[in-house]
């Protein structure tokens, strides 16, 4: 079962299920004064910044706490 909220976790989830939870998620709004993702990920794709958790070889929270500590 996948949670109500936030990513779906590494045991129990697809490949498929977390790509399609990042491009969800982390899409762009042809808005970058109310978006940011741009800022957060340094111009890099969310597909590409989560790519280890899209292939489950790393928590999702791991990743999202080292972008977190750029800033």
Do not use: W
């Amino acid at each position: 079962m996948q949670p109500l909220f936030g990513p779906p976790p590494l045991a129990g989830s697809t490949k498929e299920e977390r790509k399609a939870y990042i491009e969800e998620t982390y899409h762009c709004i042809n808005d970058c004064d109310m978006c940011g993702l741009c800022k957060v990920y340094h111009g890099k794709e969310p597909v590409l910044v989560y790519r280890d958790y899209i292939e489950g070889t790393r928590e999702f929270a791991d990743i999202a706490a080292m972008y977190r500590r750029q800033h």
